[in-house]
C-alpha cells in the first residue's frame, strides 16, 4: 500500500509492483489451506475498519462480517484484533465468522508464526500458544513499537527505527544493522521493510 491506501501485488517475473483495485489501510498475506480460490490467505481493513479476504478466482476482496483494528495471518489460520478492547479472536472457515478467544489486554496489533504475538502499551512482547481453558502466554525480554511474524521468522521495530530478529536458540531478540518505519515477514516470500527516509522497499537478504 502507499501513503493513499491504494493496494499493490509484487510481480516476482517483472520485479515490480501492479496496482490492484480498492482501498485498504492494512494487509497482511499467509498460507492458504482452504481451497483453490484461497492459496494464500490475504486479508486487508479499510479506514472505516471494515474486513477485506481476496479471492483469486474473482481477483477481488469479499467483504466478511466484523469491524477490526488489525488482522494477521500464519499457518492458514486468521487471527484479529477487534474495538474497543482489544480482544483476540480467530477466524473460523466454517462459519467465515470471527470467534472471540477470550484473550485481551494488549493493545498494539497481533501477529501470528504461528505462534499469535502480541504487544503491550508499553511495547512487552508476548506469545500466546494454545486456546481455550489451555492457552499459554509468554513473555520475551525487550520493547517494540511494531512486530511482524511468519514462516519467515518474527521480527520488530522498536521506537528508534531499529531492527530486531527473533532467535528462537536463544529466545531473545537479536539486533539486525539498519532502520525501518516499516517491516513484513511473509512465510517463503522472505522479510520487507520500508525505509523511514525515503519510503524505499527493502528485502532481508541471509548471509
Not at 477485506?52 to 492458514?76: A, E, H, V
Not at 503491550?120 to 492457552?135: E, H, I, K, P, R
Not at 511494531?146 to 536463544?170: K, M, T
Not at 529466545?171 to 515477514?185: E, S
Amino acid at each position: 500500500m502507499d501513503s493513499s491506501n491504494n493496494i499493490f501485488r509484487f510481480n516476482y517475473g517483472k520485479k515490480s509492483f501492479a496496482h490492484l483495485t480498492g482501498s485498504l489501510s492494512q494487509i497482511t498475506v499467509g498460507e492458504g489451506d482452504i481451497d483453490s480460490c484461497h492459496p494464500y490467505e490475504v486479508w486487508g481493513i479499510n479506514s472505516n475498519q471494515n474486513l477485506f479476504r481476496y479471492n483469486y478466482c474473482t481477483k477481488q476482496f469479499d467483504s466478511i462480517s466484523g469491524l477490526f483494528t488489525q488482522i494477521s495471518t500464519s499457518g492458514g489460520a486468521v487471527w484479529g484484533f477487534s474495538p474497543p478492547n482489544p480482544d483476540v479472536f480467530a477466524f473460523n472457515f466454517s462459519n467465515q465468522t470471527f470467534t472471540d478467544t477470550g484473550i485481551g489486554g494488549f493493545v498494539v496489533p497481533v501477529a501470528a508464526s504461528p505462534e499469535v504475538w502480541l504487544l503491550d502499551s508499553q511495547g512487552s512482547v508476548f506469545f500466546l500458544f494454545g486456546f481455550g481453558a489451555s492457552f499459554g502466554l509468554g513473555q520475551i525480554p525487550g520493547t517494540l513499537t511494531q512486530i511482524s511474524a511468519g514462516g519467515d521468522g518474527v521480527w520488530g521495530i522498536n521506537s528508534n527505527q531499529n531492527i530486531f530478529r527473533f532467535d528462537p536458540g536463544s529466545g531473545n531478540f537479536v539486533n539486525v544493522p539498519g532502520f525501518l518505519a516499516l517491516i513484513a515477514a511473509g512465510s517463503g516470500a522472505g522479510v520487507w521493510g520500508v525505509s523511514p527516509n525515503s519510503g524505499d522497499v527493502f528485502t532481508f537478504v541471509r548471509p
